[in-house]
């Protein structure tokens, strides 16, 4: 196997196991607060339907934090084992991060481990809330540091290269690189919001199936209403994203958005078709991509025609980026809707059609997700270290790497469907109604 | 003490946090399938799933705190280890994706086929086997040099008495060590068929895992030299770890004191695994490699001793309120209570 070989097999792989890890990644930063935010509700409110919502969660959480944690792992190692040159690099700067990663990720773990075994231990129900603080905390941390590793890869700083050789480092510099504030709130926000749309989706997915339960309304609501935040403040912090790109990364911005010459007054092209270098079929927004990178309608845009041919990463990105920003779009609107909907009682947000709507919505913003992860890593090429280091250049040289993107994509297989078949079982065997005769059994069987 | 020692002592004391933790867990799934097999799974499920189920996903946090601070402190690991484990490593982290992934599958989820149980049995033998090669290849020997790069000389790996010796002492002081926690565990939860089962277990698999050890020591002298002579001026340090040993198996046979037998045991290996890290310096790569010539900037090398002390005092209380609420509760140890969501 050549060397190219090699680079294209390292690059699958890596495509293979983030886009798999990044599902159960996103779940795991987000779910913990929806967790936390149901339990806070059933304790305020004394409502016990809350509560189940919490534990239900947990149970479901729970399998998806297993499989977040071995395929976090093999990335992980991945990361070494595939890009062995970028690591030895790297890890002269920006390896504080990762290391505080691993603190935050212990910190979650053993929480998760006592919040799991201690539901009922606490005669005051605070106690055990308390307990998911460091798991929710953990969750989300986790993600800010990895998310500060791949804001380095994007806008590098903290040291200088002098004949090659790494001088001058400053890790903490490195960590509060330009890319990591809009980055880490872009990852945060969108973790939450879809975690909630997951499981409102899930929600609506069992009202449509006649389940009539006002648990499930309750959960719908919740999930919406938490969603609606989340999807506002990931727009904001879009807008944010876009000005950083304009000044940091402007390849990656002008590739986004097919901006081939530089001006003043840019339009933003939605959508469309490139044909021998020509747009069409776009959508035309006279302005808008001079506000989006600079709040200034006649602000001048630098276009790739700045930049030599070697440098620009593949156009294909604009569907990428377009596919992502519409399905945000959409699902701002859904929430805000179907939120507004039932505060004025409009009819239609109760109807089926509207239900499967939200049902749809869980998965398109998973999609989304993969979407924008896409985008950020091919909008980065050819640099896996922007201005220092190409990605082939980071490659392992070892000829096996076919091989083992065989092996990788059994194992994610495997998890795959033994995560999908025992979370249907779980929650199909034990349905809510179910379980709520059960607690009331029980407590009666207590009071006498 | 100079960074470099600092960096290299705090990851050889987290790798030996994994090998206990990790030995009891893939010990537990191995007894409990074996008993599964000879129809006495009565005995030892229980006190084996009572134990592992909170505690299972800190295990696989030692081994990301390895090799993540490994790369932090030595960088150049990355490139020469990243680059010829690329096959072992991936072996060993698939086996416990999948190992780690079913355990919750059948732990929380409810899935519940022998198969499972066998696969989770069996993986937690493969794991540590395939994980010990490491050690192997740092002693150097399978590693060329060329000039397209480095490569692992796999025929001269597999064909060398010296990988299957340490292969046989990883498994039999997984199952040593495991069976010597589950026998305190089960005494704990006041369980006399576990206890003896466990006890039994113990006996037997002490003496590969003291045979094994010895031999890897002998047959170092044909391999590196140099690495036997630095083992030799040890030899105080392997005559106490011996002592421990000879401890616990006392305290076993006598069925006395099985928490103190237990520390001892924790006392033997981390002697011995000290000794040999101290052996094995400056090295981590014969003759590739060492903690010197590898070693990350002083910056970073500061900035992680910091995150590092900050991080455990984070970490110290967490874990013990673990410890208490789990492994020191009698009524959890003794499964009068269960609590789980």
């Known amino acids: ?448 | 003490m100079t960074l470099e020692l600092i960096g290299v002592s705090v990851l050889w004391f987290f790798l030996f946090g994994y090998v206990i933790v990790a030995s009891i867990d893939f010990g537990a799934g191995f007894f409990n399938a074996y008993s599964l097999f000879r129809g006495k799974q009565h005995i030892l499920t229980r006190i084996i799933q009572r134990y592992l189920s909170p505690v299972w996903e800190v295990t696989n946090v030692f081994l990301v705190f390895f090799f993540v601070g490994i790369v932090g402190f030595f960088p150049k690991t990355a490139y020469y280890y990243g680059t010829i484990l690329l096959v072992p490593a991936s072996i060993g982290v698939i086996l416990l994706a999948i190992r780690g992934a079913y355990y919750a599958f059948t732990t929380y989820g409810g899935l519940t086929h022998r198969r499972y149980t066998y696969l989770y049995g069996l993986s937690g033998l493969f794991i540590p086997a395939s994980l010990s090669i490491v050690l192997t290849i740092s002693e150097g020997g399978f590693v060329n040099e060329k000039q397209t790069g480095i490569e692992l000389d796999y025929w001269a790996l597999f064909t060398s008495p010296l990988t299957w010796s340490i292969v046989v002492l990883s498994l039999a002081a997984v199952l040593y060590i495991s069976a010597v926690f589950l026998t305190w565990y089960a005494n704990k939860a006041q369980d006399e068929p576990a206890t003896e089962l466990l006890r039994k277990y113990a006996l037997i698999w002490s003496v590969p895992a003291i045979v094994s050890a010895t031999g890897i020591i002998v047959e170092l002298k044909d391999h590196n030299p140099e690495h036997y002579s630095r083992l030799f001026d040890l030899w105080w340090m392997f005559a106490l770890s011996f002592i421990l040993f000879a401890g616990t198996v006392y305290l076993i046979g006598k069925r006395k004191a099985y928490g103190v037998a237990f520390g001892l045991l924790t006392g033997q290996f981390l002697i011995a695994f000290f000794a040999y890290g101290i052996s094995h310096y400056p090295y981590l790569l014969y003759p590739y490699l060492t903690i010197y010539d590898s070693f990350t900037n002083e910056a970073m090398a500061i900035a992680l001793i910091i995150a590092f002390i900050a991080g455990l005092g984070l970490l110290l209380p967490s874990l013990y309120l673990l410890l208490k609420l789990f492994l020191f509760n009698k009524d959890y140890v003794q499964g009068k209570r269960n609590d789980h969501a």
Do not use: C
């Not at chain 1, 060397?3 to 987000?30: D, K, M, Q």
């Not at chain 1, 969603?227 to 590739?255: M, R």
């Not at chain 1, 896996?384 to 065989?406: F, N």
């Open chain 1, 1 to 448: 196997m050549g060397n190219e070989e090699s680079v294209f097999f390292s690059r699958v792989l890596t495509e293979l196991t983030l886009s798999f890890h990044i599902i159960y990644a996103t779940i795991g930063v987000g779910i913990p607060l929806m967790i936390m935010i149901a339990q806070w509700l059933g304790i305020k409110k004394q409502d016990e339907h809350y509560i189940l919502m919490a534990r239900r969660w947990t149970r479901g959480f729970v399998i998806t934090v297993a499989v977040g944690v071995v395929t976090g792992t093999a990335i992980g190692l991945q990361l070494s084992l595939l890009w062995p040159n970028f690591m030895e690099l790297a890890g002269n700067v920006i390896a504080l991060p990762l290391f505080m990663e691993t603190f935050a990720f212990f910190f979650e773990a053993i929480f998760l481990g006592i919040y799991l075994y201690t539901w009922d231990r606490f005669e005051n129900q605070k106690k055990h809330l308390l307990l998911l603080i460091p798991v929710a905390i953990g969750a989300s941390f986790s993600a800010v540091f990895i998310t500060i590793v791949n804001a380095f890869m994007n806008a590098p700083q903290g040291f200088d290269l002098v004949n090659e050789q790494l001088v001058n480092i400053n890790p903490v510099l490195a960590m509060f690189n330009p890319a990591m504030p809009t980055k880490v709130a872009h990852v945060l926000s969108t973790a939450y919001m879809t975690s909630a749309f997951i499981l409102g989706s899930i929600g609506a997915y069992r009202i449509l199936k006649g389940s009539n339960h006002i648990y499930h309304k309750k959960a719908l609501f919740l999930t919406m209403k938490i969603g609606l935040i989340f999807s506002i403040a990931t727009a904001v912090i879009g807008d944010f994203s876009g000005k950083y790109l304009a000044e940091y990364q402007p390849e990656k911005l002008a590739a986004a958005e097919w901006h081939f010459e530089t001006h003043e007054g840019a339009p933003l092209m939605l959508y469309g078709v490139l044909d021998d270098g020509e747009v069409k079929y776009a959508i035309k927004i006279p302005y808008a991509l001079s506000i989006l990178a600079h709040s200034n309608p006649n602000a001048e845009v630098i276009g790739l025609d700045q930049f030599p041919e070697e440098d620009i990463p593949p156009l294909y990105i604009h569907y990428l980026f377009d596919g992502m920003v519409t399905i945000g779009m959409w699902m701002t609107l859904v929430s805000l809707v179907y939120v507004v909907g039932v505060w004025l009682k409009w009819s239609f947000v109760k109807t089926r059609l509207y239900h499967w709507l939200i049902v749809f919505g869980g998965p398109l913003s998973m999609i989304a997700i993969e979407l924008g992860w896409w985008f950020a890593e091919v909008g980065r090429q050819p640099w896996i270290l922007r201005g220092i280091m190409r990605t082939e250049e980071a490659a392992t040289t070892s000829g096996q790497v076919d091989t083992m993107l065989l092996l990788f994509a059994g194992l994610y297989l495997i998890l795959a469907i033994g995560s999908i078949v025992v979370l249907t079982r779980m929650y199909r065997k034990n349905t809510v109604e179910q379980e709520l005769a059960d607690r009331d059994l029980e407590k009666e069987g207590e009071l006498r």
